[in-house]
């Protein structure tokens, strides 16, 4: 089996400082390391060819430097490596990135091209299914466990979705994004290191892959950073450290009371959306929402959140706002989507689509597009709008911003798209070159479309040809883990954060008494989830999920930035932990020092009364 790998090196992320007065990212005195997710790529790969035979290549893009994250790769047994490095690759988003690494891919039959899901400091997921499209391979995205029936010459993969796992069936040629539980991650002894770097790195150049050096760095690149700026905590922490605990508990439910606590809470968030004010024009030009279901046939409420957006921007441009809907049975969905603000719905509906796929989705959607011509195209930035998306950019050479926490329209009527990186604590707004102008938009960051029941929508059905229902892949089996509650986690009020600091899962009741209280969502660390003690789809920050809830409370966390990223936007957080030092205490509204044996029975009861209180 020949394997490459694609990998990239990347800034430590909790070493990025942003400089305010020249507005720029610091990058000097940073150290470097290679983006977790590609690391356990390579060890996959090696694995794979323990027990089947075969050899492993290793490929970045970058300057003379990232020879240093190819050795760290020859060292954990990659037998070869190939750097791509020339100024002409400078300034390349996600596509020429792509464009650059299956140019360099395509001079060698792979069997099996790996990456990481996600690099840590983009967050995107763009490069995998990029490369994929410009192979003509299929993809299978945020794989979290493989298998090689060799008899069959088949991979099987288990597949990480919102609510848990899909086990595919593939045969080779394929491209596969890992994530975590795929592979351990190794670290190589230093003896190793040096041995390796001893070995032959290959050095291509632009020119070594195609006459036309437009294609590659910024002049091949559909998108650009406009600017970039810093993202500021408006916290200002109270941290309560008193003899008596219940005085401390207290004071924070007081405090969360005053704010809304049982009385201003649990309203629809589409409080201070936009209503329509806009003459929608033809479909020409429209603002395209791709609907996403769940496994239940439920619209998914980004879906809302997306609508809201669009119509927003429809406000400003006197645009058509249309929802896009794939699947069995769409037209189930137009009441509800045009009550949410869809002037228009198109639907393409097939048994054959019943299902998410990536083949099919993008034909259909490709060619939707390619028909009619919209300005701009939003997804939702789940699992599975992700690997949508990137597939569709790529095979229409459009530009792509995944991940935005905000879209709006500049004075020159160009989509800005507001993009997070570095963890979250650097914001860009990014334009488009190219139209339509795509973008997927995290959940829960958005205000929901009003509802307004009166409204209809113009119905148009979409071909779906033959050809778009050819599928390279099988989708075996589906499973929900953690009965759902990851992909609950985007819509709810409250949650409730589990850290090591909890204690081992006999000493979760008490947390669950406390997120029943206040109808909350459980979320977790990724100590806890590794440990298999709460679902991986529970997992908050920079490996896991980004949700915005009106308050978080984080249990026994120590609060690093690898997991305090995915609430920056939460409306209050409160945090509880034994250390009055603790980190979690720089970031948040509110905070008790205690045991959490101690403090979340007390917490419960105290919140118990604040709701009867309320409620009487």
């Given at each position: 089996m020949k394997i490459a790998v694609c990998i990239k090196q990347i800034p430590?992320?909790?070493?990025?400082?942003?400089?305010?007065?020249?507005?720029?990212?610091?990058?000097?005195?940073v150290p470097l390391e290679v983006n977790s997710y590609d690391l356990l790529a390579v060890s996959t790969a090696l694995k794979l060819v323990e027990e089947h035979g075969g050899d492993v290549t290793v490929l970045t893009m970058g300057p003379p430097q990232a020879k240093d994250a190819l050795v760290r790769c020859l060292a954990m047994g990659a037998?070869?490596?190939?750097?791509?490095?020339?100024?002409?690759?400078?300034?390349?988003?996600?596509?020429?990135?792509?464009?650059?690494?299956?140019?360099?891919?395509?001079?060698e039959p792979y069997d099996l091209i790996m990456c990481g899901k996600h690099s840590l400091d983009a967050e995107t997921g763009q490069v995998g299914p990029e490369i994929a499209e410009f192979l003509g391979m299929p993809q299978v995205t945020s794989v979290r466990g493989l298998q090689f029936d060799a008899d069959r010459n088949v991979l099987v993969a288990q597949r990480e979705t919102e609510e848990g796992l899909e086990t595919i069936e593939a045969s080779l040629p394929l491209l596969l994004a890992c994530g975590d539980g795929v592979a351990e991650e190794d670290s190589p002894s230093p003896e190793a290191v040096e041995a390796a770097g001893t070995m032959t790195i290959e050095?291509?150049?632009?020119?070594?892959?195609?006459?036309?050096?437009?294609?590659?760095?910024?002049a091949g690149s559909p998108t650009w950073v406009e600017a970039v700026e810093a993202f500021e905590s408006k916290r200002e922490p109270k941290v309560f450290e008193e003899e008596d605990?219940?005085?401390?508990?207290?004071?924070v439910v007081a405090a969360l009371e005053a704010r809304g606590l049982f009385t201003g809470w649990g309203q629809d968030a589409s409080a201070d959306a936009d209503t329509k004010t806009h003459e929608p024009r033809a479909a020409h030009g429209a603002i395209w929402v791709v609907a996403e279901t769940d496994p239940q046939g439920a619209l998914r409420p980004v879906t809302f959140e997306l609508l809201g957006a669009a119509e927003k921007l429809a406000n400003k441009s006197g645009r058509t706002v249309v929802a896009v809907v794939i699947g069995q049975g769409a037209e189930a969905y137009t009441t509800e989507l045009a009550a949410h603000g869809a002037d228009m719905v198109f639907t393409a509906d097939h048994a054959d689509l019943a299902t998410y796929s990536t083949a099919p989705y993008t034909h259909v959607l490709a060619e939707a597009i390619q028909a009619r011509k919209p300005f701009a195209v939003l997804l939702p930035a789940t699992v599975n709008g992700r690997d949508l998306a990137a597939r569709v950019a790529a095979r229409l050479s459009l530009g792509l911003t995944g991940d935005c926490i905000d879209l709006a329209i500049n004075d020159l009527g160009q989509l800005v798209q507001y993009k997070p990186a570095f963890g979250g604590n650097i914001v860009s707004p990014i334009i488009s070159k190219t139209t339509p102008q795509m973008a997927t938009v995290r959940p829960g960051m958005l205000a929901r479309a009003v509802r307004d029941d009166s409204r209809t929508a113009v119905v148009e059905q979409m071909t779906v040809s033959d050809e778009a229902l050819v599928n390279p892949i099988k989708i075996v089996s589906s499973a929900v883990e953690g009965s759902g509650e990851g992909a609950k986690l985007y819509e709810a009020d409250v949650v409730v954060g589990i850290g090591m600091g909890v204690g081992e899962p006999d000493s979760y009741p008490a947390v669950y008494e406390l997120a029943k209280t206040l109808g909350a969502g459980v979320a977790a660390t990724r100590e806890v989830t590794d440990r298999g003690w709460i679902s991986k789809q529970q997992q908050l920050g920079i490996t896991g999920k980004a949700i915005s809830p009106k308050l978080y409370i984080a249990l026994g966390i120590s609060g690093n930035l690898n997991h305090m990223v995915g609430v920056l936007r939460a409306g209050i957080v409160v945090a509880v932990n034994t250390r009055a030092k603790a980190f979690v205490f720089r970031s948040v509204d509110y905070g008790i020092v205690g045991d959490c044996a101690v403090v979340v029975p007390m917490l419960t009861e105290a919140l118990r009364e604040a709701k009867a209180r309320a409620e009487a």
């Amino acid at each position: 089996m020949k394997i490459a790998v694609c990998i990239k090196q990347i800034p430590v992320i909790a070493r990025v400082k942003f400089d305010h007065e020249t507005r720029t990212i610091v990058r000097e005195g940073v150290p470097l390391e290679v983006n977790s997710y590609d690391l356990l790529a390579v060890s996959t790969a090696l694995k794979l060819v323990e027990e089947h035979g075969g050899d492993v290549t290793v490929l970045t893009m970058g300057p003379p430097q990232a020879k240093d994250a190819l050795v760290r790769c020859l060292a954990m047994g990659a037998d070869h490596a190939i750097l791509l490095t020339d100024r002409a690759f400078a300034g390349a988003d996600t596509l020429a990135t792509a464009r650059a690494l299956s140019m360099a891919l395509a001079r060698e039959p792979y069997d099996l091209i790996m990456c990481g899901k996600h690099s840590l400091d983009a967050e995107t997921g763009q490069v995998g299914p990029e490369i994929a499209e410009f192979l003509g391979m299929p993809q299978v995205t945020s794989v979290r466990g493989l298998q090689f029936d060799a008899d069959r010459n088949v991979l099987v993969a288990q597949r990480e979705t919102e609510e848990g796992l899909e086990t595919i069936e593939a045969s080779l040629p394929l491209l596969l994004a890992c994530g975590d539980g795929v592979a351990e991650e190794d670290s190589p002894s230093p003896e190793a290191v040096e041995a390796a770097g001893t070995m032959t790195i290959e050095e291509v150049t632009a020119a070594d892959l195609s006459s036309d050096a437009d294609v590659f760095g910024a002049a091949g690149s559909p998108t650009w950073v406009e600017a970039v700026e810093a993202f500021e905590s408006k916290r200002e922490p109270k941290v309560f450290e008193e003899e008596d605990v219940r005085v401390a508990v207290d004071r924070v439910v007081a405090a969360l009371e005053a704010r809304g606590l049982f009385t201003g809470w649990g309203q629809d968030a589409s409080a201070d959306a936009d209503t329509k004010t806009h003459e929608p024009r033809a479909a020409h030009g429209a603002i395209w929402v791709v609907a996403e279901t769940d496994p239940q046939g439920a619209l998914r409420p980004v879906t809302f959140e997306l609508l809201g957006a669009a119509e927003k921007l429809a406000n400003k441009s006197g645009r058509t706002v249309v929802a896009v809907v794939i699947g069995q049975g769409a037209e189930a969905y137009t009441t509800e989507l045009a009550a949410h603000g869809a002037d228009m719905v198109f639907t393409a509906d097939h048994a054959d689509l019943a299902t998410y796929s990536t083949a099919p989705y993008t034909h259909v959607l490709a060619e939707a597009i390619q028909a009619r011509k919209p300005f701009a195209v939003l997804l939702p930035a789940t699992v599975n709008g992700r690997d949508l998306a990137a597939r569709v950019a790529a095979r229409l050479s459009l530009g792509l911003t995944g991940d935005c926490i905000d879209l709006a329209i500049n004075d020159l009527g160009q989509l800005v798209q507001y993009k997070p990186a570095f963890g979250g604590n650097i914001v860009s707004p990014i334009i488009s070159k190219t139209t339509p102008q795509m973008a997927t938009v995290r959940p829960g960051m958005l205000a929901r479309a009003v509802r307004d029941d009166s409204r209809t929508a113009v119905v148009e059905q979409m071909t779906v040809s033959d050809e778009a229902l050819v599928n390279p892949i099988k989708i075996v089996s589906s499973a929900v883990e953690g009965s759902g509650e990851g992909a609950k986690l985007y819509e709810a009020d409250v949650v409730v954060g589990i850290g090591m600091g909890v204690g081992e899962p006999d000493s979760y009741p008490a947390v669950y008494e406390l997120a029943k209280t206040l109808g909350a969502g459980v979320a977790a660390t990724r100590e806890v989830t590794d440990r298999g003690w709460i679902s991986k789809q529970q997992q908050l920050g920079i490996t896991g999920k980004a949700i915005s809830p009106k308050l978080y409370i984080a249990l026994g966390i120590s609060g690093n930035l690898n997991h305090m990223v995915g609430v920056l936007r939460a409306g209050i957080v409160v945090a509880v932990n034994t250390r009055a030092k603790a980190f979690v205490f720089r970031s948040v509204d509110y905070g008790i020092v205690g045991d959490c044996a101690v403090v979340v029975p007390m917490l419960t009861e105290a919140l118990r009364e604040a709701k009867a209180r309320a409620e009487a």
